[in-house]
T-cell receptor, first 114, second 110 residues
Framework: GAVVSQHPSWVICKSGTSVKIECRSLDFQATTMFWYRQFPKQSLMLMATSNEGSKATYEQGVEKDKFLINHASLTLSTLTVTSAHPEDSSFYIC??????????FGDGTRLSIL | DAKTTQPNSMESNEEEPVHLPCNHSTISGTDYIHWYRQLPSQGPEYVIHGLTSNVNNRMASLAIAEDRKSSTLILHRATLRDAAVYYCICTQGGSEKLVFGKGTKLTVNP
């Protein structure tokens, strides 16, 4: 099946720093990538939808200036959590898809802010 | 997107079939029914999807009620590796956005 790679798989950093998470589709060109966040014992929450070459569409309540999304190519999207604080600690997951195909998910990035 | 209702949890024994139900009574005629599963500490994994007819693939079968207000994901022989949270999601025709509910946590007993 299609492979989506997410990096890093986990990161610990100090409050106030910015953290970049990469999402790559390794064997197909993804027209659309999605970013989700999942808190412990909760379901996935969609943060934003990203189409290659255009601005991301953010879900209600998600701050676009805090969670910067760049989708520069058909195989790479990045999520930057700017000025991260402990409440941003979560499991961040990306997915990639093309032309109404099923979404293929990365294995997630566990972010811990001290 | 149509709201889905699933049991919070189910249990099964290894090598027995598992039927995971999902109600989607407000589904519209163009909504697709998707199933994904999430193993602990991993991203979700696509299982199967359908529109009106029953669907089979190497992982599972999807049985869709004639009125499309409910569906059942069938794992023909459960293994320990099938223990996961299973999500049933309906999407608007042509929309790729997935809205995850709480899903069903499946426990498989050896």
């Amino acid at each position: 099946g299609a492979v989506v790679s997410q990096h890093p798989s986990w990161v610990i950093c100090k409050s106030g720093t910015s953290v970049k998470i990469e999402c790559r589709s390794l064997d197909f060109q993804a027209t659309t990538m999605f970013w989700y966040r999942q808190f412990p014992k909760q379901s996935l929450m969609l943060m934003a939808t990203s189409n290659e070459g255009s601005k991301a569409t953010y879900e209600q309540g998600v701050e676009k200036d805090k969670f910067l999304i760049n989708h520069a190519s058909l195989t790479l999207s990045t999520l930057t959590v700017t000025s991260a604080h402990p409440e941003d600690s979560s499991f961040y997951i990306c997915s990639a898809t093309r032309s109404n195909q099923p979404q293929h998910f990365g294995d997630g990035t566990r972010l811990s802010i001290l | 997107d149509a709201k889905t209702t699933q049991p919070n949890s189910m249990e099964s024994n290894e090598e027995e079939p598992v039927h995971l139900p999902c109600n989607h009574s407000t589904i519209s005629g163009t909504d697709y029914i998707h199933w994904y599963r999430q193993l602990p500490s991993q991203g979700p994994e696509y299982v199967i999807h359908g529109l009106t007819s029953n669907v089979n693939n190497r992982m599972a079968s999807l049985a869709i009620a004639e009125d499309r207000k409910s569906s059942t994901l069938i794992l023909h022989r459960a293994t320990l590796r099938d223990a996961a949270v299973y999500y049933c999601i309906c999407t608007q025709g042509g929309s790729e956005k997935l809205v995850f509910g709480k899903g069903t946590k499946l426990t498989v007993n050896p």
